[in-house]
């Protein structure tokens, strides 16, 4: 498979590099692209949700298998793991959103405005999506 397989599934898709797109994530209610794709050299197509998807997650709600990501191989050969397999701008692309939902509860916190239990939740989520942003993008 190619990433053009995976990309004809998704929505927002957007080149963002030579072998680079970013969209939205079909295994979450995303609002802003926050999948990253990438085709290396050798023909694998990486995936990285930064709203925290695993990968089984994503390739599921596309309705392909986890292998499809990888061309075949030829016996003997073996793949090398990524050092940074995303850039970090697409971690910053991606994270923006979660960026200005911890600025509105900081806005709200210091006027002592209390944050409800459902915003209390959504400012810890906002925090696991850009700590795994940072860790998608290797840093």
């Not at 680079?20 to 050299?41: M, N, V």
């Not at 089984?56 to 061309?71: K, R, T």
């Not at 191989?73 to 701008?89: I, K, L, V």
């Not at 971690?91 to 959103?97: D, E, N, V």
């Amino acid at each position: 498979m190619s990433a053009d397989t995976l990309i004809s599934k998704l929505d927002k898709v957007k080149r963002t590099g030579k072998d680079r797109w970013s969209a939205r994530c079909p295994a979450h209610a995303d609002k802003g692209p926050s999948l990253s794709i990438r085709e290396t050299d050798d023909g694998r197509v990486l995936v990285h949700c930064f709203a925290g998807c695993s990968v089984h997650e994503i390739m599921q709600a596309v309705g392909l298998e986890l292998s499809d990501l990888f061309p075949p191989r030829d016996d003997g050969q073996n793949y090398r793991p990524e050092r940074r397999p995303f850039p970090a701008s697409d971690a910053l692309r991606a994270i923006s959103f979660e960026a200005l939902v911890v600025c509105a509860a900081a806005a709200a916190m210091a006027t002592g405005e209390p944050l409800s239990t459902v915003d209390r939740e959504r400012l810890l989520q906002a925090g696991e999506r850009i700590q795994s942003a940072l860790s998608g993008a290797g840093l």
